[in-house]
């Protein structure tokens, strides 16, 4: 099977306050490449709820580009083939929202979740978040660190083709009953939504950080 695995962290509650970006591609059930980007969201704002899950400060964003700056390295990774995310609902919606926000025409492709497969694939587990699901199948991974989170998440989808004898996504899409998702130039993603936190957080200032803060 050939996809890309994708993962994002985002500085607050927006869809389109990404601060990183990880990516890992799978060619042939083997994993070629992993990236990782840091990005400087726009506007320049972040929770402290946010900071607390993935560890990603301020300053160490500051003077790094923005998401539009680094598509042209992603889009190749990401355009015509099959995205994979854990949680795709969010990950998709971060990507495309973004892309709009920048005036970037959406590429084509096709995704899965994770979360979803991995509920078929192992209703006998309690929690099929990340952390939990890679810890009962033995993958050893830095949770909420995008670089990571793709390469896991990339791995759980190999364990569960491997497990079920599947050989492609027809054939994942035929043993679980679900379909994949699509999205096409000219879809729309631009309705002002917030992806769900429990609380409303509250934001750092980040007025007096400098573009040329260290990282």
């Known amino acids: 099977m050939d996809f890309t695995a994708i993962?994002?962290?985002?500085?607050?509650?927006?869809?389109?306050?990404?601060?990183?970006?990880?990516?890992c591609v799978v060619k042939d059930n083997r994993i070629v490449s992993r990236k990782e980007v840091l990005v400087r969201p726009e506007p320049f704002e972040f929770n402290e709820y946010n900071i607390k899950?993935?560890?990603?400060?301020?300053?160490?964003?500051?003077?790094?580009?923005?998401?539009?700056?680094?598509?042209?390295?992603?889009?190749?990774?990401?355009?015509?083939?099959?995205?994979?995310?854990?949680?795709?609902?969010?990950?998709?919606?971060?990507?495309?929202?973004?892309?709009?926000?920048?005036?970037?025409?959406?590429?084509?492709?096709?995704?899965?979740?994770?979360?979803?497969?991995?509920?078929?694939?192992?209703?006998?587990?309690?929690?099929?978040?990340?952390?939990?699901?890679?810890?009962?199948?033995?993958i050893t991974f830095n949770h909420h660190w995008a670089y990571d989170d793709a390469y896991a998440c990339a791995m759980a989808l190999l364990r569960i083709a491997e497990d079920y004898s599947l050989e492609d996504f027809d054939e994942i899409e035929e043993c679980f009953e679900t379909k994949c998702g699509v999205v096409?130039?000219?879809?729309?993603?631009?309705?002002?939504?917030?992806?769900?936190?429990?609380?409303?957080?509250?934001?750092?200032n980040t007025a007096m950080i400098r573009n040329d803060a260290p990282v």
Request: overall charge positive; proline content about 6%.
């Open 53 to 138: 899950i993935h560890g990603i400060r301020p300053e160490t964003v500051a003077d790094k580009p923005t998401f539009d700056k680094y598509w042209e390295e992603i889009k190749p990774d990401i355009e015509n083939t099959m995205v994979i995310a854990h949680n795709a609902s969010f990950d998709i919606n971060v990507l495309c929202r973004t892309l709009q926000k920048y005036g970037i025409e959406l590429p084509n492709f096709k995704y899965m979740c994770t979360v979803k497969l991995s509920q078929k694939a192992y209703p006998e587990l309690e929690s099929h978040k990340l952390n939990h699901l890679c810890d009962a199948l033995g």
């Open 7 to 23: 993962d994002f962290e985002t500085a607050t509650s927006d869809f389109t306050s990404v601060c990183s970006l990880g990516w």
């Open 184 to 204: 096409r130039p000219g879809m729309d993603f631009t309705v002002k939504r917030k992806h769900p936190r429990r609380h409303k957080r509250r934001k750092i």
